[in-house]
């Protein structure tokens, strides 16, 4: 099943070791949104080729909710949100250094279906009208960035109070993609970081909803105060919005905070 595991996976590109680079080891923890998933995994996957020293464990889950357990001193060197103000947050709260804080990536939505979906995809905004669709996933708008903006976006394009009955609610963005390939819902509003990635660009289609109808979701990170590893998250850091990083960013849907 899909997404029956979200945790424990495994500037400038970072040199290889043995030639400039420090002896870099030990254990990387990474609280990481749901949306990054699988671009996350190909980043982990070359980095440590660079790295092969450092153990990388990366837990994926909703940006709010990793904000308020790093609030409390959860163990996790590097933080990756869905919405960079949750970082800032624990900047401003003394948990971790304003130095440290980056922008990585800005996020994308799309209304999904499976392929054997009777909802014609191709109306647009109209497809949230159609009576084949029952329920309709969203990510938790409390603590989830993708639940928000899917929110406001179904808000602009006066579709909400249509849907809003129909609503059902994921805890996170890669919960909300599961609830519609199990079936537990017809259709979704989800990440195009998911909606293009292998396990489910063929079984389903999206229509990408234009970005003028949500705010803009900056995607942002931050090296915890408490970090065990402080040397590693900086150097993935580094990679992650270095040139190899982004061009996996990018590949997955994801857009450059700088317009690339």
Known sequence: MLFLALAGCGGADAPSPGVNSPALGGELRIAAAADLKFALDEVVSQFKQSYPGVSVNTTYGSSG???????????????????IQYPQKLV??????????????????????????????????????????????????????????????????????????????????????????????????????????????????????????????????VIMKQARNAGAAKEFRSFLIGPRGRSILKDFGFHMPDGE
Not at 65 to 74: K, P, T, Y
Not at 147 to 152: D, L, M, S, T
Request: no cysteine; aromatic share 8%; net charge negative.
């Open 92 to 221: 401003e709260a003394g948990h971790a250094p304003a130095d440290s804080l980056f922008e990585y990536a800005v996020g994308r939505l799309v209304l999904w279906v499976p392929n054997d979906s009777k909802v014609d995809i191709s109306r647009g905004a109209e497809a949230f009208r159609d009576p084949a669709i029952r329920k309709l996933a969203i990510a938790n708008p409390a603590h989830a960035p993708y639940g928000r903006a899917a929110a406001a976006a179904m808000r602009d394009l006066q579709m909400y109070d249509t849907v809003a009955g129909k609503l059902v609610l994921g805890e996170n963005i890669a919960q909300t993609a599961q609830f519609i390939e199990t079936g537990a819902a017809e259709a979704g509003v989800i990440a195009l970081s998911l909606a293009i990635a292998p396990p489910m660009k063929d079984k389903g289609r999206y229509w990408e909803i234009p970005v003028k109808h949500f705010p803009r979701m900056l995607q942002g990170g």
């Open 65 to 83: 909710n990793f904000h308020s357990q790093l609030s409390n001193g959860a163990p996790f060197d590097l933080y990756l949100s869905a919405d």
